[in-house]
């Protein structure tokens, strides 16, 4: 039964990647971050491998251990309601956070993973033009949009250490 519950896991993920890169597709802002070689659905599967499993709403009850296909079926029904804006927010913010730790650690990111950090931003700041009702989401864009001045001034601080290498 684990077995089915890791596929059913992974199926959850994979949709839920799908819908992340459909609700992207609306935005002409996010659309222009992925002129470059890496694809809206890599980074897409990166936010959902980042992100818990999404828990279905409807599906919080177990279901029967006995059948297989309602086990494996259970992640669906989230996945075909589509995502909200709050949703995308959630789960950039929660890759922020890691990503944000990696950075300061190792310095480097992958092109997917600053792309990651850059919707962050962009959501960050629009949740901030448009207030709403979720307290805690409102206070992570604050967080969001305050570590991201604080990273870019790292980022400029180091940028201009490496120029002064050369000029020695």
């Known amino acids: 039964m684990s077995f089915i519950r890791a596929v059913s896991s992974q199926w959850s993920k994979a949709e ?7 609700f992207w597709q609306q935005d002409a802002y996010v659309r222009s971050l992925f002129a470059g070689a890496t694809t809206m659905i890599t980074v897409a599967n990166v936010v959902a491998a980042m ?3 999404p828990e279905p709403k409807s599906a919080q009850a177990k279901p029967p251990e006995n059948n ?3 086990v494996a079926s259970s ?7 589509g995502l909200t804006h709050i949703d995308a927010a959630n789960a950039l913010f929660d890759c922020f956070l890691l990503l944000f730790v990696k950075e300061l650690q190792y310095q480097q990111l992958s092109q997917a993973e600053a792309i990651i950090v850059q919707l962050a931003e962009y959501y960050a700041i629009n949740c901030q033009k448009t207030p709403i009702e979720d307290i805690k989401l409102m206070n992570q864009s604050v967080q969001i949009i305050n570590a991201m001045a604080q990273l870019k001034q790292r ?3 180091q ?6 290498m050369g000029a020695h």
Do not use: F, I, M
């Open 68 to 70: 297989p296909l309602q």
């Open 16 to 22: 839920w990647s799908h819908q992340l890169v459909l």
């Open 155 to 157: 980022r400029h601080v």
């Open 159 to 164: 940028r201009k250490a490496q120029r002064n």
């Open 75 to 81: 992640g669906s029904n989230q996945s075909q309601q």
């Open 51 to 53: 992100k818990p499993t």
